[in-house]
T-cell receptor, first 117, second 111 residues
């Protein structure tokens, strides 16, 4: 149990275009989903925390107008990278925690490799 | 500022031996600490959680210790196997809804 999927697993886009990444909890309800970014040989950096039905909470330094997060249901959150630039190329990973579970035992998706050319 | 350090970027261990990874932190008083495994190009997989009032936790060949005085956690893999080769991340709770990760230690088990 506690499976999280992400789609797509990799994407290449041109500079200036927008890319949407989906994160789904397949077999549980996730009241909270988290979006991380990971650069090579670096730790996961939390970008934002997303609660179902409410606005996402962004970490300091993360542009909310550039990284649009929508948590429309208990099983789906989306991250849209708007007007992507090469410096946005990274590994984006979502995670979900069970309803009532806080951030204990986050279940991670397989990640999405974004390359902006 | 808050900081998490994992002792080394990479660690080579002979198959069958015990691998010990270290996680040190400063300026925190975490309620719990977690260890995750991450394979290349994949998301992290949760392994163990240990709470501040627990000194040790075990799961099969894994053992985690938590010393809040030393501000340190040790992660042990006994009878290590090549399949244990991966990056291992420690993570601490910074606030109720947020955990932060160390950079990880790449473990190589040599056959």
């Amino acid at each position: 149990g506690a499976v999280v999927s992400q789609h797509p697993s990799w994407v290449i886009c041109k500079s200036g275009t927008s890319v949407k990444i989906e994160c789904r909890s397949l077999d549980f309800q996730a009241t909270t989903m988290f979006w991380y970014r990971q650069f090579p040989k670096q730790s996961l950096m939390l970008m934002a925390t997303s609660n179902e039905g409410s606005k996402a909470t962004y970490e300091q330094g993360v542009e909310k107008d550039k990284f649009l997060i929508n948590h429309a249901s208990l099983t789906l959150s989306t991250l849209t990278v708007t007007s992507a630039h090469p410096e946005d190329s990274s590994f984006y990973i979502c995670s979900a925690s069970r309803a009532g579970g806080g951030s204990y035992e986050q279940y991670f998706g397989p990640g999405t490799r974004l390359t902006v050319t | 500022s808050q900081k998490i350090e994992q002792n080394s970027e990479a660690l080579n261990i002979q198959e069958g031996k015990t691998a010990t990874l270290t996680c040190n932190y400063t300026n925190y008083s975490p309620a719990y600490l977690q260890w995750y495994r991450q394979d290349p190009g994949r998301g992290p997989v949760f392994l163990l959680l240990i709470r501040e009032n627990e000194k040790e936790k075990r799961k099969e060949r894994l053992k985690v210790t938590f010393d809040t005085t030393l501000k340190q956690s040790l992660f042990h893999i006994t009878a290590s196997q090549p399949a244990d080769s991966a990056t291992y991340l420690c993570a601490l709770d910074e606030r109720d809804d947020k955990i932060i990760f160390g950079k990880g230690t790449r473990l190589h088990i040599l056959p």
